[in-house]
C-alpha cells in the first residue's frame, strides 16, 4: 500500500475510535448547558434597553409647538380607541374606535410647564381638557372645560402619558372586567409605569385650517 493511502487509512481508523458523546450523556449535557448559558448571556447582551427607549422628555415632542397642530391620542393598551369627546353631552371624555373625526382631535397648546390641551372641535367656544368631579377622589372623570388645565405631557418611544400637574396621577382608560373598553371613560388614576392603558400614542392629523 501507498504511505500516503496508508496514513489517510490510519487517520479515518483512529478517528472512528475516538468516543463520542451519546444524546443524553454527561459530556453531551456538559456541551449542551455550555451552549445554553452561552445562548442566554447573548440574549441577555441583545435585548439590553437602549436608554432613550425609558428615558422621559417634557412634552410629546417638537410637532406639538406647532400653533394648529391637531393630534389623534390612540390608547396603547387598546390600540382601536382613540381619546374622544361624547357627543351625546358634548363634555364626557371617552375611549371610541378611531375615526380620526373633530371630536378626536387635539392640540397642544404651551402653558407654564405644561400643555392646556385644546379640542379642535368647532363651537362658538374653545374646549380644554379639564376633570369633573373630585369628591370621589378616585377615578376622577376627564371632560372638556372652558377652562384649561396646564398638563403635564411625558414621552417616550411608547408614547405619551398625560398627567395632573405636580401629582402622581394621570389619565387612564377605564375597562370593564370583560376587558371591553368601548365607550369607556377617561379617567385619573395613580401613575404606573407598567400600565399600558395609562399610554398613549399620538398622531398627526390635517386639519381642516391646514387644507385653506
Known sequence: MEP?????????????????PRAGSVANAVTVTALEVASSMAAMTVTKPDASETALVKGPGFEASI????????NARY??????????DRKTVVGYPTQFGQNQQWEFVPSGAGFAIRSMLPGGKKLY??????????DVPVVVSAYPVAWE???SKKGIRIGWPNSDVGFELEEDYDGNSVNNKIVLRPTAPTRLSQVWRYHRVTTIQECK
Open 129 to 138: 381638557l379639564s376633570v369633573g368631579d373630585w369628591r370621589g377622589c378616585e
Open 4 to 20: 500516503v493511502k496508508q496514513a489517510e487509512l490510519k487517520s479515518e481508523v483512529e478517528s472512528a475510535l475516538v468516543p463520542r
Open 79 to 88: 390600540p382601536g380607541q382613540a381619546l374622544t369627546i361624547d357627543m351625546v
Open 67 to 74: 400653533p394648529g397642530a391637531a393630534f389623534v391620542l390612540v
Open 153 to 155: 405631557v411625558e414621552g
